[in-house]
């Protein structure tokens, strides 16, 4: 059975979302690694070395001339959302066929670990620093963190602080950052009392839902807005090159980039275009030999249950369990439309 309803219909896949979101990973990277900030090579290799920060770090100096997000491809993916009764999966369908982007593909793409969260993670931490450092009973916005850091010379708390600034850079970005930009995840400010904790907490599971009315990802954006380029290869084979240098047991993150002739601002149309009416589609993202071991380390062995929607628990188990490809030809009829 294909999706009982769409988001959007296909007169609308022309039109533009704003994302409520946004990921600084290459100012973070660089802001810490500035020399006016003066941080020890100990206090950059707490970071550089973190079993999963250290992927942003290869992909800041993969595309230090590209520092810019590209949100082409997850625009077409979002405009085709189908509407399930799934909290863990997203399914899209592009030409007639399904895409899923669930915690699975988060890990594959990004690296980071996606296991359960710790029991009384809330707890985790103090508010010990947060109340020694900012104003009493506010919570500062990410600016006010950066300023904090910026004049912080030295002292025991300097590496809490670069690690608070990393977190809300990266893992909670949002869009707005100026006046009136929101304030930094009380969690964040609560962790990084305990360094040890912020170096095993599973950062690929934190704030990961989607606010379907708003488009907001609280959570660490890439990896959905590389998801396009990794289910569909004639997109990835036009849009992305490898990366050199990655390690065989780095994320997908890391392996690849945008060609340099990639606009940061393409058209819509122009990924239109390039996409064609293939079929060529990876419903399901197959990894790799290495990548299932990194997957291992990483991810539960069995997932907690999900909401139960029988439709889309069909397409998983026609896809992985038989082995069999879904294709609706009259949603690939009407995806044709997008460029009318």
């Not at 290459?26 to 290799?45: F, I, T």
């Not at 594959?108 to 670990?113: E, T």
């Not at 950066?146 to 602080?161: S, Y």
Request: aromatic share 12%; net charge neutral; with cysteine.
């Amino acid at each position: 059975m294909q999706p009982l309803s769409m988001y959007f219909s296909p007169n609308q896949y022309n039109k533009a979302i704003k994302l409520g979101t946004q990921c600084w990973i290459h100012k973070a990277v660089e802001n810490l690694e500035s020399a006016s900030l003066g941080l020890r090579p100990e206090k950059l290799r707490w970071f550089s070395e973190h079993p999963q920060f250290k992927h942003f770090w290869h992909m800041h100096k993969a595309m230090y001339l590209d520092t810019t997000h590209k949100t082409q491809g997850i625009w077409m993916l979002l405009l085709r959302t189908g509407k399930t009764n799934k909290r863990r999966k997203c399914w899209f369908v592009v030409n007639g066929v399904p895409i899923r982007y669930s915690l699975k593909e988060h890990g594959l793409i990004s690296g980071l670990d996606c296991h359960d969260y710790p029991k009384n993670y809330e707890k985790m931490g103090s508010s010990d620093f947060k109340e020694k450092y900012f104003k009493k009973g506010t919570v500062p916005s990410l600016a006010v963190v950066k300023e904090k850091l910026e004049k912080m010379c030295g002292g025991p708390d300097r590496l809490r602080i670069c690690v608070l600034y990393f977190l809300a850079s990266v893992l909670g970005g949002k869009a707005k950052t100026g006046k009136g930009a929101p304030s930094v995840d009380p969690f964040f400010l609560r962790i990084v009392e305990d360094l040890d904790a912020c170096r095993t907490f599973p950062w690929g599971h934190f704030n990961g839902i989607v606010e379907t009315d708003s488009w907001t990802f609280p959570g660490f954006v890439t990896p959905l807005e590389l998801l396009t380029f990794e289910a569909i290869p004639y997109l990835k084979d036009t849009y992305r090159e490898e990366a050199r240098g990655a390690d065989i047991g780095c994320p997908r993150m890391c392996k690849t980039k945008f060609r340099p002739f990639t606009l940061i601002g393409f058209p819509l149309s122009d990924l239109y275009e390039t996409l064609g009416n293939t079929k060529d589609i990876q419903s399901i993202l197959q990894p790799s030999a290495d990548e299932e071991d990194m997957l291992a380390g990483i991810m539960e062995r069995y997932e907690d249950p999900d909401n139960s929607d029988t439709i889309p628990d069909n397409w998983t188990s026609c896809i992985i369990d038989d082995e069999k490809p879904i294709f609706w030809k009259d949603m690939s009829l009407d995806d044709e439309k997008k460029s009318s």
